[in-house]
Structures are given as C-alpha cells and as structure tokens.
C-alpha cells in the first residue's frame, strides 16, 4: 500500500501525474495540481481513504487541454482497473472550480466505484465519467451527485461502454444542459439498474432525457430488480427516459420485476418515458 500524497509529490511532471498499479490510501484532503492518468500496463490501481478525505484540484491545476485523456483521473485504452472507494472513510472526488476539463474521470477500461466514494461538482462538457469503450460499474453505496454536463450530467456511454448500476448505487441531483440529465448513450452502449440503485432529481434542462436519454435503436436499456428513478424532468420529452431515434426502429429498453419510474415530469411529451418508436 501507498501513500498518496507521497507518490504524487515524488513525480517531476509537466502534464499529469501517473499511477502504477497499487493500492494508494488518501490520509488527508488532497488538491491536484495536475490531472492523474493511470499508467499503461494493466493490473489494478485502487484510491481509497481511511478517513472522511477529499480529492480536489488546487487553485493552480492546469488541465490536460492539449492531450487525449482530459480529464481529473483517466485511464487510457491499456491501463486496466481503477477502483475508487472500499476503505473505512469517506472519498470524495470534487471537481468544484474547475470548468475547463471534458470530464471528472474518463474510463476506457474498467471503472469500479465502490462503497464511500462519491463524485461530486463536476462541471464538464461529456458526463463527470465519461464512458468510451470501457465498463464503468457502481456496487454498494457509490455515488454521483450535483454533476453538470452539456449531455450526460452524470454518465456518458459511448462506444460500445458497459455500465452498471447494483447494490444502493446511487445518482441524485444532476444536470444536463441539453440531454440526459444523469445518464446519455449511444453506440451500441449497454446500461443496467439492478438491486436497490436509483437515479433521483435529475434535469434535462433544454431538451430530452431527465433521467436517462439513448440517442440510437443499438444501445440497451434495462431496469430489474428494485431499481428506480424518480422526480426527474425534461425541458421537452421524457421525464423519466428518453428515446430520441427514429420512428421505424425498434428500441432494446426492458423494466422488469419491480422496476419503477415515478413523479418525473416533462414539458411537452413523455412524463415518465418518451418512446419515438417500436418497442
């Protein structure tokens, strides 16, 4: 095990720190100067915190607006496994102050956001996590909140990205500018809530998408379990969800079990979910 801090402050880096595959512990509230990468190579790199602690970007931080990767924490195509949260305390990613980054943490591999961890104030362009080609999962009480994004307040999955929601994994209260208040995807991406998750108070301010908003008939939408998502609103169609393909394509989205949408509210079509389509 590492200490965060140390093995960030041992690196001369212009751009970005990097991490190896390691198990790192966040002893103190910690501010960025530069956007960490996890290194190419694969194995594991897990954050976690032993005490109520939070990763912030300092006053200084300079994003890596010139580069692939921008973003707070990101993996590039090879790195393996991230996985933020499962000590004893509270980690909190912040992204408060920072408007110049695409995304809080971007995800070409495999992203694990597990119990006490929560990503929150993100103000980005592309979902506080960005989801391209990779597998972002949320288990036990991982959480997003207070997000911001243009599409995607909470999630963007493109690409074919794989992301899953299970246990009391949680969205609530995230915002996007045009589309998909917490999660927006395309690509033939695949999305899953399942257990307890719920995506709560989410707002597609301008256009579609409250909740969730699938832009093509090739991406899959399933809700089972006790899963739920509720008090969201659209701007124009789909409180709830959204399907926004064309009228001749049949659309891959499944609630099952006890699956809930609810209290959700849209301006023109669709309170709960807005289908332009076959289901």
């Not at 915190?49 to 939070?54: D, I, S, T, V």
């Not at 104030?121 to 960005?130: D, T």
């Not at 301010?205 to 832009?215: L, N, S």
Request: hydrophobic residues 30%.
């Amino acid at each position: 095990n590492y200490w965060l801090a140390s093995k960030l402050e041992s690196q001369n880096q212009s751009y970005y720190y990097s991490l190896p595959a390691g198990n790192y512990c966040v002893k103190e509230d910690l501010e960025l100067k530069y956007p960490i990468q996890i290194a190419a190579g694969g194995g594991e790199v897990k954050l976690y915190a032993n005490g109520n602690f939070k990763i912030t970007c300092s006053s200084s931080f300079t994003a890596d607006t010139d580069k692939t990767y921008n973003a707070m924490i990101a993996l590039p195509m090879s790195a393996g496994t991230l996985t933020l949260g499962g000590g004893t305390g509270n980690l909190t990613i912040d992204g408060s102050g920072i408007s110049s980054l695409s995304y809080l943490v971007m995800s070409s591999s495999t992203f694990n956001l597990q119990d006490k961890c929560t990503i929150t104030n993100g103000n980005v362009s592309y979902g506080a996590v960005y989801v391209g080609a990779g597998t972002f999962t949320m288990n036990d009480g991982g959480t997003i909140t207070n997000c911001k994004a243009t599409d995607g307040g909470a999630v963007y999955i493109t690409d074919g990205g794989t992301f899953t929601m299970n246990d009391d994994a949680t969205i609530i209260g995230c915002t996007a500018t045009l589309s998909g208040g917490g999660i927006w995807m395309n690509g033939g991406s695949s999305f899953t809530m399942q257990d307890r998750s719920k995506i709560e108070r989410c707002t597609a301010t301008r256009t579609e998408g409250g909740g969730v908003y699938v832009t093509d008939a090739n991406s899959n939408f399933k809700m089972m379990g006790t899963a739920s998502i509720s008090s969201c609103s659209a701007g124009m169609d789909g409180g709830g969800v959204s399907y926004g393909c064309g009228a001749s394509e049949e659309y891959n989205f499944t609630m099952q079990d006890n699956a809930s949408i609810s209290n959700c509210s849209a301006t023109r079509y669709g309170d709960g979910v807005y289908l332009y389509g076959n289901l």
